[in-house]
């Protein structure tokens, strides 16, 4: 079944430092998403990439989505204590007809020291 | 706004009970999964469903069955619960398709003792 590999586990920064979460799957995706989820907290849909080579900001945050179509990053510029949380990036995978499932990536922990 | 809602967020169950988990959302999703959370692992996927009565395994179903009885409703049974199974359970739904955004319930934290 697909995979999605995500690196690094965990991150630790000092506030104002960059961040970056890379995301890797073993197939090429249709697209990918991305969630956060604030410590105690639930998953919350970040943005999707489609097209290969898209890149796309959210105020500090960008994602960029692979040529191949096989890779994601998420960048976040001078980290705010806000910051802190789970990344996840998910791909869906198609299970035989229309039916996608969602499959996540496991995650990057973002703390960050005020 | 999107509404997917758990039946509760903390449950405590002893071994070899029956325990189910409600998830109800209120936006004609065709979609509905459900996760399990455990630290270091990230969210696996159990099992989802694409419409009423259909369902499809995901990574990690042994041990765990699903109803979908109305499209709005999405349950995760566990037929005997054990130890292992303690974790966090987040439900989700999505419209129907590929990479469409997938909304999450609170979460269930169940503890069997």
């Known amino acids: 079944g697909q995979q999605v590999m995500q690196i690094p586990q965990y991150q630790h920064v000092q506030e104002g430092e960059d961040f970056t979460t890379y995301c890797n799957s073993s197939?090429?995706?249709?697209?990918i998403q991305w969630y956060k989820q604030r410590p105690g907290g639930h998953p919350v849909f970040l943005i999707q990439l489609v097209k290969s080579g898209e890149v796309k900001k959210q105020k500090r945050l960008t994602f960029q989505f692979g040529e191949a179509k096989k890779n994601s990053s998420l960048h976040i510029t001078a980290t705010q204590t806000t910051d802190v949380g789970t990344y996840f990036c998910a791909g869906p995978w198609n299970s035989g007809g229309s039916n996608y499932k969602l499959t996540f990536g496991k995650g990057t922990l973002l703390t960050v020291n005020p | 706004d999107v509404k997917v809602t758990q039946s509760s967020r903390y449950l405590v169950k002893r071994t070899g009970e029956k325990v189910f988990l409600e998830c109800v959302q209120d936006?004609?999703?065709?979609?509905m999964f459900w996760y399990r959370q455990d630290p270091g692992l990230g969210l696996r996927l159990i099992y989802f469903s694409y419409d009423v009565k259909m369902k499809e395994k995901g990574d990690i179903p042994e041990g765990y069955s699903v109803s979908r009885e109305k499209k709005e409703r999405f349950s995760l049974i566990l037929e005997s619960a054990s130890t292992n199974q303690t974790s966090m359970y987040l439900c989700?739904?999505?419209?129907?398709?590929?990479?469409?955004?997938?909304?999450f319930g609170q979460g269930t934290r169940l503890t069997v003792v």
């Open positions: 197939t090429t995706l249709s697209n």
């Open positions: 936006m004609d999703h065709e979609n």
């Open positions: 989700a739904s999505s419209l129907a398709g590929y990479g469409t955004e997938a909304f």
